[in-house]
């Protein structure tokens, strides 16, 4: 199955790596790097992780953060967020 990034969850990586990079670049780099293989991951098992309840969205944590995604024809990456934020209400922007 295809993996797809939204442009909203791509922006999120982006700032998950300069957020990180202010302190270590190396370790910034390794975990995109680590959120990007996550989602790609998804291909294989997209129905593997729960769903969100009262919502089209599943959800995968990977370390600190959590990717947000939806299996429609293809799985498609829509936000992802530090496990510590208030991710219910920042999915009500996606």
Known sequence: MRVSFTRRA????????????????????????RLIGAGEALANLPLRYPRIAHSNL???VVGDHILFYR????????RILHSARDWLSLLDEA
Request: aromatic fraction near 2%; hydrophobic fraction near 45%.
């Open 10 to 33: 791509r922006q999120d990586l982006a700032e998950i790596g300069d957020w990180i990079a202010s302190d270590n670049p190396k370790a910034a780099a390794r975990t995109v790097d």
């Open 58 to 60: 599943r959800k995968r």
């Open 71 to 78: 299996v429609l024809d293809q799985v498609e990456v829509v």
